[in-house]
């Protein structure tokens, strides 16, 4: 049975992930008058990639319980997955972070941890969910969307800072897409 609750950096249920993910499309994000959408275009070679936490995750941890949330997933008592979100200022819980352990991929701990997410955005009156997702991570961008997901906005400055970033021609330089899942009032 999965079960989806909050957790502390030091708990001692918490074993490392295999989070690598194999992607073998890219994303081509397309403006219409209706908005934002997104292409996948199948790659020329499919390849494994781990991508890094948001650098604000780990800080997130030493703020007041009430701004964020850390959430683990475990399938029969086995850690499987772990979310981390912070309460922005404008009224979003913003995902941080959000993995699921390969072998239990696509079975439906990555969505259980969002409804926890949103239960908590809920109960906190938030707006809704937030997730900032680079336009080379295409199954989180699938996935996303999958749940509801809408891209809203695009930065294609955030990853611009590094020199291997700059080398590239704008074109083909990372960028960073800003989906929204917005909770519904009743």
């Not at 680079?134 to 955030?158: S, T, Y």
């Amino acid at each position: 049975m999965l079960i989806v609750r909050p957790i502390e950096a030091s708990d001692p249920a918490i074993r490392p992930l295999a989070d690598q993910v194999l992607c073998g499309e890219s994303v081509t994000v397309r403006i219409a008058r209706t908005g934002f959408s997104l292409a996948y275009t199948p790659a020329a070679n499919a390849s494994w990639r781990v991508f890094p936490s948001d650098e604000r995750a780990s800080d997130v941890l030493l703020l007041p319980r009430e701004r964020w949330t850390m959430l683990g997933a475990f399938l029969d008592e086995r850690f499987v997955g772990a979310a981390i979100a912070e309460v922005t200022e404008r009224g979003w819980l913003d995902i941080l972070d959000i993995r699921v352990d390969a072998s239990v991929r696509r079975s439906g701990v990555g969505q259980a941890m969002l409804g926890a997410c949103q239960s908590f955005a809920v109960k906190h009156s938030l707006h809704g969910l937030h997730a900032a997702v680079r336009d080379d991570h295409p199954v989180m961008c699938q996935f996303l969307e999958h749940c509801g997901f809408q891209v809203q906005g695009l930065d294609r400055m955030a990853c611009a800072m590094s020199e291997e970033e700059r080398r590239k021609p704008l074109l083909n330089r990372t960028c960073l897409m800003h989906f929204y899942c917005v909770i519904d009032a009743k």
